[in-house]
Nanobody, 115 residues
Framework: QVQLVESGGDLVQAGGSLRLSCVAS????????MGWYRQAPAKQRELVAF???????NYGEAGKGRFSISRDNAKNTVYLQMNSLKPEDTAVYYC????WGRGYWGQGTQVTVSS
């Protein structure tokens, strides 16, 4: 069982930056593939960024160009650095972990970008 706790969501002006954090407990973090997804009101959840246990990264359309995912295995934490934020980035951002074929979700952190 993996538990995920996100933090770092906030209200920010367009053009600003935020760094989201997700701390994992349970299991062996360094073996987890980790990701960030987001869901805006009345929209489907979409991939923002993903990082494998080996450090390979993959970005969804939502995360290409302005966002960067990283991980610190010593801290059991995955980060999402978001730059040049736009109002359309407003959403609940969810942390995701995949361990031994099972997926786990955090409860989400709200990011609101004002114009």
């Amino acid at each position: 069982q993996v538990q995920l706790v996100e933090s770092g969501g906030d209200l920010v002006q367009a053009g600003g930056s935020l760094r989201l954090s997700c701390v994992a407990s349970g299991g062996i973090f360094r073996l987890n593939d980790m990701g960030w997804y987001r869901q805006a009101p009345a929209k489907q959840r979409e991939l923002v960024a993903f990082i494998t246990s080996g450090g390979q990264t993959n970005y969804g359309e939502a995360g290409k160009g302005r966002f960067s995912i990283s991980r610190d295995n010593a801290k059991n934490t995955v980060y999402l650095q978001m730059n040049s934020l736009k109002p359309e980035d407003t959403a609940v951002y969810y942390c995701y972990a995949r361990q031994w074929g099972r997926g786990y979700w955090g409860q989400g952190t709200q990011v609101t970008v004002s114009s």
